[in-house]
């Protein structure tokens, strides 16, 4: 389990100003699109099919030529790296996602924070909450850990990096402005929060209130697409009732929870997998296009989304 840097933005006559922004540049292709994969709750050693996944991944990436991976959090288990010396990094992320076409950017939306561990593998990029500006996209990487109460009132065998963090109170209101503000001044054609916990889920730990109650308005008030998560073992998408939002659950990177459903809230479900697989996003100025895939790398669910273009010539 992990957490992230938070972005600091100053608040001067309703104008958003950054003070000290973690912003990461990631150039789009020649012809503007973009592509990546999205995998999360992984780090198994290669157990569970991890290795198989990844090899799937490696071929969907080549064929898609993808500019990076974003990973959605819960990539060492049980508990996360003892330390940046901790073999387990090697052991269930350089050794195992070792295709050419993965040997891209990895953002990660839960932060084992050493910048140690991008000396050991240049890929690695993690930090507690920051955006990766892809010039088409803008990808908001949130800090989800602290939102969630019980993990202060009841860790049970866990084990949390609340540097930082404290007061909890004073955090979660400075991210939420710095979230908001950054999203407000975004121009970007897409707009993706990504963290680590589901706003939507029907999966084993099913909605995230503290997420629902606090940030998904403030998603819905900037035109956010897509809010991207792990957590629960499986795949899935659910359209939000209430905005164009879609929540995407991608945290089948190698243990999946078999018939693990929660029977409750299925509104705007459009599709759900208990097993362990994938997810790609391609984008252009006018398309997006959604996949999942199995371990197999057989396409489960595609969705297709369009934007449409503003002609500034009649404006």
């Known amino acids: 389990m992990g957490h992230h840097w938070f972005i600091i933005w100053g608040i001067i006559c309703g104008l958003c100003v950054s003070a000290e922004l973690e912003r990461f540049e990631q150039p789009s292709k020649g012809d503007g699109s973009l592509s990546f994969l999205v995998i999360g709750d992984w780090g198994r050693r290669g ?3 991890q290795s198989q996944v990844a090899f799937q991944m490696g071929k969907i990436g080549e064929k898609l030529d993808i500019d990076f991976v974003v990973s959605t959090g819960d990539n060492f288990y049980d508990n996360g790296l003892s330390g940046p010396h901790d073999p387990a990094f090697e052991e269930s992320f350089t050794n195992i996602y070792t295709a050419d076409s993965l040997q891209k950017r990895w ?3 839960e932060a084992q924070l050493s910048s140690l561990l991008r000396k050991i593998d240049s890929r690695w990029l993690c930090l507690r909450s920051f955006i990766v500006d892809a010039e088409l996209a803008e990808i908001f990487f949130v800090d989800t850990t602290p939102f969630v109460k ?4 009841d860790p049970e065998d866990h084990t949390y990096d609340w540097r930082g963090v404290h007061p909890r109170k004073h955090y979660i209101t400075s991210l939420l402005k710095d979230v ?3 999203l407000r001044e975004s121009s ?3 707009k993706i929060v990504v963290g680590h916990h589901a706003i939507r889920s029907i999966g084993h730990h099913g909605d995230t209130p503290e997420l629902a109650t606090h940030l998904l308005p403030i998603l819905k008030a900037n035109g956010v697409d897509f809010y991207m998560n792990g957590h629960d073992h499986c795949l899935e998408h659910i359209s939000d009732t209430e905005s164009p939002i879609q929540f995407l659950t991608s945290g089948a990177g190698s243990k999946a929870w078999r018939g693990d459903v929660e029977r409750l809230n299925r509104e705007g479900l459009k599709f ?3 097993g362990q697989g994938f997810m790609s996003v391609e984008l252009t100025q006018s398309d ?3 996949v999942f895939y199995n371990v197999y790398g057989k396409i489960l669910h595609t969705w297709n989304a369009r934007k449409q273009l503003v002609d ?4």
């Open 288 to 290: 997006a296009e959604i």
């Open 150 to 153: 019980s993990y202060f009132l």
């Open 312 to 315: 500034h010539s009649s404006i």
């Open 107 to 109: 953002g990660d939306a």
């Open 180 to 182: 908001e503000c950054a």
């Open 47 to 49: 157990a569970f099919n």
């Open 272 to 274: 759900f997998y208990d």
């Open 188 to 190: 970007a054609k897409w």
